[in-house]
T-cell receptor, first 114, second 113 residues
Framework: EPEVTQTPSHQVTQMGQEVILRCVPISNHLYFYWYRQILGQKVEFLVS????????KSEIFDDQFSVERPDGSNFTLKIRSTKLEDSAMYFC????????????FGDGTRLSIL | EDQVTQSPEALRLQEGESSSLNCSYTVSGLRGLFWYRQDPGKGPEFLFT???AGEEKEKERLKATLTKKESFLHITAPKPEDSATYLCAVPANSGGSNYKLTFGKGTLLTVNP
């Protein structure tokens, strides 16, 4: 069964450094998302992406964050100048079409900021 | 603002002891409700979509039901491998068809052998 793949599974970075989290969505999916989950808290929406542009972003998704689909398969989340509070699990998700179809999630990248 | 509340936060069952998890929601026009299972260190795994009150979906020992205000995930004769966190989520229509998900905090289910 097709699945969303995320790399790396764990990233440790010094505060102030830039990180890029990578995702390969399911191949025939058109809508892409990033969520994050701080330890012990809810899964929360960061950004949605469709047709090569951001569709919606949350208040969390400020100028520190950016997303890109550099080719036909990868979808990346870049965090510039990381802060301690950016430590969390970051999940990529994809959805095949418009409407209320389910989003399918990857297994996440655990980001630890030191 | 859409809200999703799940109860209980944690539930311990003996193998074979049936029970139900609750998800109550407040949304402006429900466009479906999703149930996911999340194992430790993993991403949410899609289980069910429910679209309208009265709808039911089943998968093995799990059955999800939906009313106008809440959804239940019934677990019949659970096994230890059903141990996981069960998440409920609703899509928000903020414009367009992107439907970001609003999640509840989840119910941590532990099934003891």
């Amino acid at each position: 069964e097709p699945e969303v793949t995320q790399t790396p599974s764990h990233q440790v970075t010094q505060m102030g450094q830039e990180v890029i989290l990578r995702c390969v969505p399911i191949s025939n999916h058109l809508y892409f998302y990033w969520y994050r989950q701080i330890l012990g808290q809810k899964v929360e929406f960061l950004v949605s992406f469709y047709n090569n542009e951001i569709s919606e972003k949350s208040e969390i998704f400020d100028d520190q964050f950016s997303v890109e689909r550099p080719d036909g398969s990868n979808f990346t989340l870049k965090i510039r100048s990381t802060k301690l509070e950016d430590s969390a699990m970051y999940f990529c998700a994809s959805k095949r079409g418009q409407g209320d179809q389910p989003q399918h999630f990857g297994d996440g990248t655990r980001l630890s900021i030191l | 603002e859409d809200q999703v509340t799940q109860s209980p936060e944690a539930l311990r069952l003996q193998e074979g002891e049936s029970s139900s998890l609750n998800c109550s929601y407040t949304v402006s026009g429900l466009r479906g409700l999703f149930w996911y299972r999340q194992d430790p260190g993993k991403g949410p795994e899609f289980l069910f979509t429910l679209y309208s009150a009265g709808e039911e979906k089943e998968k093995e020992r799990l059955k999800a039901t939906l009313t106008k205000k809440e959804s239940f995930l019934h677990i019949t004769a659970p096994k230890p491998e059903d141990s996981a966190t069960y998440l409920c989520a609703v899509p928000a229509n903020s414009g367009g068809s992107n439907y970001k998900l609003t999640f509840g905090k989840g119910t941590l289910l532990t099934v003891n052998p």
